[in-house]
């Protein structure tokens, strides 16, 4: 319900007015009144009236110096005016109109010319109270999409993959994201609250960071910004820095560098007792030479998912083998460095196939990184790896679970028609790579999620057309996810021979 101030300085006419028209028929709950436009703007400050009707000749303040103090001390609500005057005055009128008054009734008035002013300025507020809510509902899911998509940019940033897809994602995100900057990667370890993360997260320069594990975090900074992690300060936190790298696409070997320093530095101090205050531990230039197997180990480790997924086990047992080869040689046949590899690679894999991954218990990785930290030969650390993967594994070519997983998909498409609805929306929406979900619809669908969501698009149109002839063609674009209309109207005569103009006639 809407509610009403009447101001007017007769009280026979203001409460006249008050009972010459079914307010509740035309959706008005509230009813206030006032006999000045001073006492009106102290009502309308505090109760924000969704419609005002005021007399123009009145003591104290008038109806034009009150309507123009409404406008100047409200701005966070447009609240609609209809004025009533005895004046056939050209100059009140004008006055009215700049003050965006939406009508103008004349005294003495029929109470059927009345009501047809009145509720013609409650269609524009019902209007107007839709769209808002429209409009509130559409930020709030652009800002979970927008969140969605981050994440999966930083994720695909740290660890290497579909960097192919950054156009894409600057333009989603309306975020300038250069190619070439000036960038360090970091690992951090031991954040014990969300509220010291959030802390990080709100100072971080540049792209932010991603949760890795409980208390660990990657993530990208500036290689300008001096003093990034003095919010940590006094914390028992471990922050490895990668080596600065001038490119978007080489940030993964930075991120690379920032997890080896931590390791390094754990090498060197065994860390024999626990740290009090906050370590931040550079990647060191005589590392360098170490840049092939790490690239390398970057190869295996994309070689690991995709085998993982395809089900091949003798493969993927001959690629996990290989990959220890290289994190040993890297480290000298040091097992900590094995043991920071193997730690990371299932955490990249189980962040790779999350939602898929969903009904592995919680527990679960925690339990094999533990495992993993624990293992105490590189023989034994191989199996620990080789058993968490056939695991994820098996849930990930779980048909049920890809089933359950597209029809996820599916869902959300139809319920989200007037949404983005691009392959990169969806894939952050289910947190997956866009890559695996076009490949995983394809696979259980026959089509592409393209496609389909085209077809769906499409279908709604045509019902639309049924059960709504009069919608114009610019709505009926809006209604199914078309900002252009023109383009729509190619689309659709394209999937269904004919244009939407001709499609409705043909209905006729």
């Known amino acids: 319900m809407y509610s009403l101030l009447i101001v007017e300085d007769e009280e026979i006419i203001r409460e006249g007015m008050k009972y010459c ?15 000045d436009g001073e006492s009106a703007l102290a009502i309308a400050k505090e109760a924000k009236p969704d419609l005002v009707l005021t007399d123009v000749v009145m003591s104290v303040m008038d109806g034009i110096e009150f309507v123009a103090r409404l406008r100047r001390d409200i701005q ?42 009145v509720r013609k300025a409650m269609e524009a507020i019902a209007d107007e109270r839709e769209k808002a809510a429209r409009l509130s509902e559409l930020e709030k899911a652009v800002t979970v999409t927008r969140s969605m998509i ?55 320069p540049v792209l932010g960071m991603l949760p890795l594990n409980e208390g660990v975090y990657g993530g990208v900074i500036s290689s300008e910004e001096m003093r990034p992690f003095a919010c940590l300060e006094g914390m028992a936190t471990r ?69 993982l997924e395809a089900g091949d086990r003798e493969q993927l047992a001959g690629t996990v083998r290989r990959y220890v080869e290289v994190c040993l040689a890297f480290g000298g046949e ?84 007037r949404e983005e609805l691009t392959l990169a929306h969806i894939a952050a929406r289910v947190h ?26 499409m279908e709604e149109a045509k019902r639309l057309l049924r059960e709504e002839p009069g919608l114009l063609v610019l709505e009926l674009a809006e209604r199914v996810g078309y900002a252009d209309s023109k383009y729509f109207t190619r689309l659709f005569k394209r999937e269904v021979g004919i244009n939407p103009s001709e499609y409705r006639e043909k209905l006729r």
């Open 76 to 117: 966070d609500k447009h609240i609609h005016v209809i004025m009533i005057s005895g004046h056939e005055n050209v100059d009140y009128i004008k006055s009215a109109l700049k003050l965006q008054v939406v009508d103008y009734v004349l005294k003495p008035f029929h109470t059927e010319e009345l009501e047809h002013v």
């Open 432 to 457: 997956l790579s866009p890559n695996y979900l076009a490949h995983l619809f394809k696979k259980e669908t026959g089509t592409t999620l393209n496609d389909y969501v085209t077809s769906v698009r």
């Open 21 to 35: 028209l079914d307010w509740a028929a035309l959706g008005i709950g509230t009813i206030m009144e006032a006999s």
């Open 239 to 307: 922050i490895g820095l990668g080596s600065r790298v001038e490119q978007l696409d080489a940030v993964h070997l930075s991120f690379q560098h920032a997890r080896l320093a931590l390791v390094e530095r754990t090498r060197e101090a065994e860390l024999a007792e626990p740290h009090a205050a906050l370590q931040i531990v550079p990647y060191e230039a005589k590392l360098l030479d170490r840049e092939r197997l790490l690239v390398e180990a970057g190869q295996c480790e994309e070689a690991i998912i995709r085998q």
């Open 150 to 204: 981050k994440e999966r940019f930083m994720q695909d940033v740290l660890f290497g993959s579909d960097i192919s897809l950054t156009d894409t994602y600057r333009e989603l995100l309306d975020e300038w994201l250069p190619q070439r900057g000036a960038y360090r990667a970091f690992y951090m370890e031991g954040v014990r609250s969300a509220e010291a993360a959030e802390r990080l997260r709100q100072q971080l």
């Open 334 to 417: 040091g097992l900590p460095y094995l043991q920071a590899f193997g730690s990371m690679l299932l955490i990249r894999t189980k962040q790779h196939y999350a939602v898929l991954l969903e009904k592995q218990e919680p527990r679960r990785l925690e339990q094999a990184l533990e495992l993993v930290r624990s293992a105490r030969s590189p023989f034994e650390l191989e199996a620990l790896i080789n058993s968490a993967l056939d695991e994820m594994g098996d849930i990930v070519r779980s048909k049920p679970e890809q089933r359950k997983l597209v029809r996820a998909v599916t869902d959300y498409v139809e319920q989200s028609l």
